[in-house]
């Protein structure tokens, strides 16, 4: 099951996406109940495309809250075609999802 939940709804041409993330996103600097400093682990990178249509990149760092969600519109697209939601995180982990555009 992948980690990101997205929704794309195109209208009047232009298409907007939601999209949850589910991620940690430790900044490094927090410590558990031993005192012990817990290891940063964050998204670094998202990425949609359409196709073989860049559509967007973000580039995030530590300071992006746990379980981020994101909204960003694009136009261009047609009903029924599938957007491709990316992240890629700072240990190298990874996930995607592919909606239909509705």
């Not at 992948?2 to 996406?17: E, F, P």
């Not at 670094?44 to 073989?52: C, D, I």
């Amino acid at each position: 099951m992948s980690s990101i939940r997205v929704r794309a709804q195109l209208r009047d041409g232009v298409t907007n996406v939601r999209a949850l993330i589910s991620h940690p996103m430790e900044t490094g600097q927090r410590r558990d109940n031993s005192g012990n400093v817990v290891e940063a682990h964050y998204i670094t990178e998202v990425v949609a495309e359409m196709g073989s249509r860049h559509i967007m990149t973000a580039n995030w760092g530590p300071a992006i809250s746990r379980n981020p969600y994101l909204s960003f519109e694009f136009e261009g697209a047609n009903t029924g075609e599938t957007l491709k939601l990316s992240w890629v995180d700072n240990k190298g982990e990874q996930d995607s999802t592919e909606v239909r555009i509705g």
